[in-house]
């Protein structure tokens, strides 16, 4: 792996067309570029930087600032006391309604959850407006962390009309297999992504530093009949997940 870093550095060092004055950049470019060829894999790591310094002249200041800037992106994660190791994202297709649950455990992950809370209200004036319900009617609230493994990896706040779900203790896990139990498991959904900085709140509960990047999604899930089932509000770790959608022309 060291090899191929220094080679891709050099590389870059040789080609007009590419090349970055500043030695730093240069380095961080050639990791970017080794991690998107699949020249260094999701959960391996990378050399230290005393290797890395030797192998290509740099001083460790230097190395550790090209290292710094791509964990500041997500793209590597240190481990105190293990060194610095490619991210291993998760990339979340656009193109098909599926569960929290369902993404982990086709990855071969454990996907758990822990509740904040899981009880039943009446519907607030933002809920109803969202969710076309009428004012004073029961719902369904689950506000949880969501895991793979001991990894916190999301935050959600969801909310179901009772009719749908009359007990929010049907929900072990997953929500839309308890909805499925009873026939009210959504077809489609609409979704609105945007990027934000994770808050004190936010940051403590997904075990990253405050401000750092993350993914805030609202989804709006429907049956058949056009009746909205599910209304949730997200909040994903930037470091790890990517949401990827296929586009097509007419």
Known sequence: MESVLTSEYRRLSRDPATQQPLAYLRLRQAIRNVIDQRGIEPGQALPSERDLSQ???LSRV???K???GLVEEGLLTQRHGAGTFVAERIVKPM???TSFTEDLRARGLNPRSEFFERGIGEVTPEEAMAMNLSPGAPVVRLHRVRYAGDEPLAIERSVVPASALPDPALVH???YEA???RGCRP???LQRLRAVLLTAQHARLLHVAVGSAGLAIERRSFLDDGRIVEFTSSWYRGDIYDFVAELQTD
């Open 179 to 181: 909805l499925e139990q």
């Open 62 to 64: 230097t190395v550790r």
């Open 95 to 97: 193109s098909r309604l």
């Open 173 to 175: 896990d997953s929500l």
């Open 55 to 57: 192998a290509l002249g």
């Open 66 to 68: 090209a290292i710094g």
């Open 187 to 189: 077809r489609r959904a």
